[in-house]
């Protein structure tokens, strides 16, 4: 078993003792995971403030919802990523964010340390299929569905940030992913 | 460009939202719709986890940042606060249980059925009585449904609101009431889009107190089969005094 199946291993059955209610496993999906789910909440959140409340959300919901991870069904490490993204997008969206809207650059300044574990993780997926797919569509298709993916925006945010109707962009992003798709399945 | 459709003939409507939901692009009456699909159609719920675990891998080269250890700190002492966090821990605790329990239901889905079925008596103001009604509002996950629960002690009925959900023709959705002693007690089946009044058994209702949890799960047509381990957890709720 190689160290990236090894760490996928140890996510997983650390998922699964937390879902069986063993409070310590949080501690190490939180060593394992945390730097790159806080990537993902300063993201979409903007500010170190927001994303450090969001992440904090993320775990302690994640004590409550760890059952409802199928380990037949997603790696977990797409799974907790996918989990981080959507209750970050809802915080952004609920108006719990005190901040507003900061430019997400000064976000990304913060230093790139991603430990070890992370990168053992992401090994296997790199060569997914996604990162090929997403080549193959035009620029502003791929460009809008990065951003939507990244940052959390909506239609209406994408539209009024590159400056064209919502109808325009709507049919961007919808083409983008037919085309994704049929990539995805090919 | 020849093509004037704008998604690909291969892609239906359900599957070009399913694509969009996941991305969280929607607002609105196609976020509503979205939401309600994600509750009511299977298929859909397993497009969206499908385009949310092909997407993921997007973030493998996306840097990572080392939260400040204070972060840690705040989880930890959020899960081992008293007051809420005793509250949540028994929760998921409860849950837990609920899931491995042999329920022997007060009422069987036979007699949730057979209850009688009146209108709300909307306007009507509560009498004052020795207690007064405790409602509990629960959340189903993911979506913006709730189902509304009213409690009224000088009745011992329950008033149960479940408008927004609707049936998927393969499941039923049987409501429990969570007991510190014997497990959780099944309080009937809601029926999907009504609202219904339910008496509650005289040995119920002493447990139906301002902080009372109550979980709702998913069962098979007609409730959890007798003698057989609830069904899945997908909401729960606490009554409180209003």
Known sequence: MSDADLAREELKAAIARLADGDRSALEFIYQATSAKLFGICLRILGTRDDAEDALQDVYVSLWRSADRYDPARASPISWLATFARNRAIDRLRSGKVQSGAVPVDEAMEISDETPLADEQLEVQQSNAQVHHCIETLEERQRDAIRTAFFHGATYAELAETQGVPLGTMKSWVRRGLAKLKRCLEA | ?242
Do not use: C
């Open chain 2, 1 to 242: 460009m020849t093509d004037s459709n704008p998604t690909s003939p291969e892609m239906t409507d359900k599957d070009r939202l399913a694509a969009e939901h996941a991305l969280r692009l929607l607002e609105g009456e196609e976020l509503i719709t979205a939401r309600g699909l994600m509750a009511s159609d299977p298929a859909f719920a397993a497009a969206v986890a499908d385009w949310e675990e092909k997407l993921a891998p997007l973030y493998d080269g996306a840097s990572g940042t080392v939260p400040p250890p204070a972060v840690w700190a705040r989880i930890e002492a959020e899960l081992a606060r008293p007051a809420r966090s005793a509250a949540s821990a028994n929760v998921v605790a409860l849950q837990r249980r609920v899931r491995r329990w042999q329920i022997a239901s007060v009422l069987s889905a036979a007699a949730a059925v057979a209850l009688a079925f009146f209108a709300f008596p909307g306007t009507k103001p509560a009498p004052a009585e020795p207690t007064a009604p405790l409602m509990a509002n629960i959340p189903i996950a993911d979506t913006p449904l709730r189902l509304a629960v009213t409690y009224l002690p000088e009745r011992s009925e329950m008033l149960v609101s479940a408008s927004g959900l609707t049936a998927d023709g393969v499941h039923d959705h049987e409501l429990w009431l969570v007991t510190p002693d014997d497990g959780a007690k099944s309080l009937g089946v809601v029926v999907p889009g009504e609202q219904r009044r339910v008496a509650v058994d005289a040995a119920l209702t002493r447990h139906i107190n301002d902080g009372a949890q109550m979980v709702l799960t998913r069962e098979p047509l007609g409730g959890a089969p007798k003698g057989q381990d609830a069904g899945p957890v997908v909401a729960q709720g606490t009554f409180v005094q209003i």
